[in-house]
């Protein structure tokens, strides 16, 4: 069973920067295909950033692109995102997010594992 645990959210200012982190275990980390995504109440759970395990490609969502960065490092089983110049609307439960391969990065519905999230509030 993989176990994915998030750390690292937290309140801040706009324009401030966090990065978020995700431990994974119970599985050879280095052929996971990883992704980060966030939820409102009320809205359903959207991609904010993908990493490959093969090729280290990465893909964002347009809202994030150019302010956000997925990082990982294999010999620590951790998936990073590191969020710079944030915004009010960045606030959610951000989730990392986990599976073998991904056809399409951006689709919530081919991962496999879930962590629990964590909270990101940004105050205006």
């Known amino acids: 069973q993989v176990q994915l645990v998030e750390s690292g959210g937290g309140l801040v200012q706009a324009g401030d920067s966090l990065r978020l982190s995700c431990k994974v275990s119970?599985?050879?980390?280095?052929?996971?295909?990883m992704g980060w995504f966030r939820q409102v109440p009320g809205k359903e759970r959207e991609f904010v950033a993908a990493?490959?395990?093969?090729?280290?490609?990465?893909y964002y969502a347009d809202s994030v692109k150019g302010r956000f960065t997925i990082s990982r490092d294999n010999a620590k089983n951790t998936v990073f995102l590191q969020m710079n110049s944030l915004k009010p609307e960045d606030t959610a439960v951000y989730y990392c997010?986990?599976?073998?391969?991904?056809?399409?990065?951006?689709?919530?519905?081919?991962?496999?594992?879930w962590g629990q999230g964590t909270q990101v509030t940004v105050s205006s």
């Open positions: 119970g599985r050879s980390f280095s052929t996971l295909f």
């Open positions: 997010a986990a599976v073998g391969s991904a056809r399409r990065p951006d689709n919530k519905e081919e991962y496999d594992y």
């Open positions: 990493i490959s395990w093969r090729y280290i490609s990465t």
